[in-house]
């Protein structure tokens, strides 16, 4: 009989984000840049900042001189023109050219200051409409793309092959995400420019204070989506920043995913809503699926923690803290 004897041990993988790095979150204030940069802090890093107020990310100028001053170790590029299908219909001049005009700016700031690392934020949106399902990394420019948001993820698409492109000509150590449908603290609940669920989670309550009835919501309710909690975003991060460095983007999200008929019903659960639900199938459903294939990211052995009910009542609970309800 032979035993198997263990072998000698593993040594750890080299972390490319040193200890304590000097990172920009470009766009710490909105809900993705807000979840890294807890993430970052959390984790020992020194977190640089620099609201829109004092620094305009469009402007390329501006841009270098600041990164050329504080000179950090490594990017997050969160910083974008965002929101769902409403705002990107009837602003598309605005989200190709703000996001150009944004990764333009820093990314090429970025490599001027000389910092080592770069993690570029894009958005499954970047996908042909019909892609198959689940959405390999491989599926990017092999068709068309959905029209309701084709602006912004040609913007998007731009960003990938930049990143790409430095990594080619000057050996660039820079990487780029491609997050699914995100939520959490921190999200717009603006309902003429917010993404899917913070627009329901405000519908439902406001329905509910109201007394209505019914709420009538946009599309038949039967494509599909999937969605991440903020912080799981940002976790996948940070392990990408210390683990990944390779031409190809990163698919991020959880692997899972529901219609939005089945969404509104754990929504309205999570507000207590009674109500009916009505559909307007007159208006867009989108893209009928978008489902990531998140295996690459998987190896690197990133897994969602955060379920989406439970994400979704934290939300929930947030944004009445901030109405001050």
Same mark, same amino acid.
């Given at each position: ?248 983007? /990163? ?5 899972? *995913?529901? @219609?939005? $008929?089945? !969404?509104?019903? =754990? ?10 639900? /009505? ?5 867009? *459903?989108? @893209?009928? $699926?978008? !489902?990531?294939? =998140? ?19 934290? @939300? ?10």
């Amino acid at each position: 009989m032979t035993t198997d004897l263990p072998g000698p041990p593993q040594e750890p993988v080299p972390s490319l984000l040193r200890p304590g790095a000097r990172v920009f979150v470009a766009g710490h204030r909105g809900l993705v840049g807000s979840a890294v940069a807890r993430r970052l802090t959390a984790e020992g890093h020194d977190v640089i900042t620099c609201g829109r107020d004092r620094l305009d990310l469009r402007d390329a100028e501006r841009t270098a001189a600041f990164l050329r001053r504080t000179h950090p170790d490594a990017v997050v590029l969160a910083a974008a023109r965002v929101g769902g299908i409403m705002a990107n219909s009837t602003y598309p001049v605005q989200f190709i050219e703000d996001n150009l005009r944004i990764q333009l700016s820093v990314i090429a700031g970025a490599h001027a200051a000389g910092t080592e690392r770069l993690l570029f934020l894009g958005s499954s949106c970047i996908y042909p409409k019909l892609a198959p399902q689940p959405i390999p990394e491989s599926a990017l420019l092999t068709g068309p793309l959905e029209p309701t948001n084709e602006a912004y993820a040609l913007a998007k698409i731009a960003g990938i092959v930049q990143i790409q492109s430095y990594r080619h000509q000057y050996g660039a150590s820079y990487i780029s995400a491609m997050p699914t449908n995100l939520y959490g603290p921190g999200d717009s609940f603006d309902l003429e420019t917010s993404h899917v669920l913070p627009a329901l989670i405000r519908r439902f309550h406001e329905a509910r204070h109201r007394g209505a009835p019914a709420v009538t919501l946009w599309g038949s309710g039967n494509p599909r989506r999937e969605f991440l909690h903020v912080d799981d975003l940002a976790a996948a991060c940070v392990l990408l920043l210390e683990r990944y460095d390779e031409d190809a983007p /990163v698919n991020v999200g959880s692997g899972e *995913d529901l @219609t939005i $008929r089945e !969404l509104a019903s =754990v929504v309205g659960d999570v507000t207590s809503y009674q109500g009916e639900v /009505v559909w307007d199938t007159a208006k867009p *459903d989108g @893209t009928p $699926r978008k !489902l990531l294939d =998140v295996s690459r990211l998987a190896a690197l052995g990133f897994k969602p923690r955060i379920a989406l009910r439970e994400g979704i009542a934290g @939300t929930y609970s947030w944004w009445l803290r901030q109405r001050g309800a």
